[in-house]
């Protein structure tokens, strides 16, 4: 059973930086993609960023130039660079690692959610 724990989560100003870690407990021996998603009340989740296996990257429009998202596989660690942070950046982010499979349907997991609030 993989279990995701998120760190790194919490105030800043309008301008500043958080990082945001996410590491994957248990065995992932197939390819997988982790990302980062957000969301806030009354919304739908959103993705922000995500990276394969392979280092491949895909950002949402708002997170492009301001977000990085790394990977290290050795550990199964996720880390999201968030700079020029906005008061729209408020929201929950939740890890999200997706394990693929050939043969069958790919198979999601989730962590706890940390929350990031920016003050204008």
């Known amino acids: 059973q993989v279990q995701l724990v998120e760190s790194g989560g919490g105030l800043v100003q309008a301008g500043g930086s958080l990082r945001l870690s996410c590491a994957a407990s248990?065995?992932?021996?197939?390819?997988?993609?982790m990302g980062w998603y957000r969301q806030v009340p009354g919304k739908q989740r959103e993705l922000v960023a995500s990276?394969?296996?392979?280092?491949?990257?895909n950002y949402s429009d708002s997170a492009k130039g301001r977000f990085t998202i790394s990977r290290d596989s050795a550990r199964n660690t996720v880390y999201l660079q968030m700079n020029s942070l906005k008061p729209e950046d408020t929201a929950v982010y939740y890890c999200?690692?997706?394990?693929?499979?050939?043969?069958?349907?790919?198979?999601?997991?989730w962590g706890q959610g940390t929350q990031v609030t920016v003050s204008s």
């Open positions: 990276i394969t296996s392979g280092g491949n990257t």
């Open positions: 999200n690692l997706e394990v693929l499979y050939i043969l069958q349907p790919s198979t999601h997991y």
């Open positions: 248990g065995s992932i021996t197939s390819a997988s993609v």
